[in-house]
């Protein structure tokens, strides 16, 4: 079964989210949703999703505040957030472009990034689009830390970023990404050309690995069906295979 470049990303998120326990993924998360989902079929009773306003996986009856209360008792290990821009290391950017309070162009806000990228053991950062513009080497605000000083009381933070073409893993320690693997057919020259703060990579890239047939039979029947409870049109327009 050949798969989809949506397709390699996802089951690399549910890769990282073997044996993860319980991970969150908030409203506007398609791609981590399906991640979390397939994890979950892989993993019976040890990985668990919580998916944000959906039917089916949503146990939050009254909405966000009974997700932040399970956070901060520490019932959540492992959440996918995104940025407007993402630095080198790893703070986010969700207010806007340009100097603050005059920024040229607005984010949606932050929301509750600040509280979670501090209080999740596990953070995965995920923005689909790969370019300068969003992976840059300073954000114009930082809304969210992805590192803090020592005397700091934090439970967690960053410890990847997926793109649509390329999974980077942050060392907490050096405040630093590296390169783990390049999804085909893209490059690490095109990585490189692509990505506006420095990493860490090895002489030789490797190739981020092939989902299975089992992954992409589970992806395209049981996961779809439940990620089109909560994003319909994603489910129906890009979890059908190679076009």
Same mark, same amino acid.
């Given at each position: %079964?050949?798969?989809? !470049?949506?397709?390699?990303?996802?089951?690399?998120?549910?890769?990282?989210?073997?044996?993860?326990?319980?991970?969150?993924?908030?409203?506007?998360?398609? %791609?981590?949703?399906?991640? !979390?989902?397939?994890?979950?079929? @892989?993993? +019976?009773?040890?990985?668990? !999703?919580?998916?944000? /306003? #959906?039917?089916? #996986?949503?146990?939050?009856?009254?909405?966000?505040?009974?997700?932040?209360?399970?956070?901060?008792?520490? /019932?959540?290990?492992?959440?996918?957030?995104?940025?407007?821009? =993402?630095?080198?290391?790893?703070?986010? #950017?969700?207010?806007?472009?340009? @100097?603050?309070? /005059?920024?040229?162009?607005?984010?949606?806000?932050?929301?509750?990034?600040?509280?979670?990228?501090? %209080?999740?053991? /596990?953070?995965?950062?995920?923005?689909?689009?790969?370019?300068?513009?969003?992976?840059?080497?300073?954000? &114009?605000?930082?809304?969210?830390?992805?590192?803090?000083?020592?005397?700091?009381?934090?439970?967690?933070?960053?410890?990847?970023? =997926?793109?649509?073409?390329?999974?980077?893993?942050? &060392?907490? !320690?050096?405040?630093?990404?590296?390169?783990?693997?390049?999804?085909?057919?893209?490059?690490?020259?095109?990585?490189?050309?692509?990505?506006?703060?420095?990493?860490?990579? +090895? &002489?030789?890239?490797?190739?981020?690995?092939?989902?299975?047939?089992?992954?992409?039979?589970?992806?395209?029947?049981?996961?779809?069906?439940?990620?089109?409870?909560?994003?319909?049109?994603?489910?129906?327009?890009?979890?059908?295979?190679?076009?």
């Amino acid at each position: %079964m050949k798969a989809s !470049a949506d397709e390699i990303v996802i089951c690399l998120m549910a890769r990282l989210l073997t044996d993860a326990g319980v991970v969150g993924v908030g409203s506007s998360s398609p %791609m981590p949703a399906a991640g !979390a989902l397939l994890a979950q079929y @892989l993993c +019976p009773g040890r990985t668990r !999703a919580l998916i944000f /306003r #959906n039917n089916v #996986n949503d146990p939050f009856h009254e909405s966000g505040s009974e997700l932040y209360d399970r956070i901060s008792q520490g /019932r959540v290990d492992v959440f996918f957030i995104g940025g407007g821009q =993402i630095d080198g290391n790893a703070n986010l #950017n969700n207010v806007g472009v340009g @100097l603050y309070p /005059r920024t040229q162009s607005r984010f949606p806000g932050s929301f509750g990034t600040p509280f979670i990228i501090g %209080m999740v053991p /596990r953070v995965i950062l995920y923005r689909e689009e790969h370019s300068p513009r969003v992976l840059v080497p300073k954000v &114009d605000f930082v809304s969210a830390a992805g590192v803090t000083p020592p005397h700091m009381y934090r439970r967690g933070g960053p410890t990847d970023l =997926i793109t649509s073409k390329a999974h980077f893993i942050f &060392d907490r !320690a050096a405040g630093r990404f590296a390169l783990a693997s390049v999804h085909p057919p893209h490059t690490a020259t095109e990585v490189h050309q692509a990505t506006g703060f420095e990493y860490d990579h +090895p &002489d030789i890239v490797r190739e981020t690995e092939a989902p299975t047939g089992e992954m992409l039979h589970l992806l395209r029947s049981e996961v779809r069906a439940q990620v089109s409870e909560t994003y319909p049109e994603f489910a129906a327009t890009r979890l059908q295979g190679p076009q």
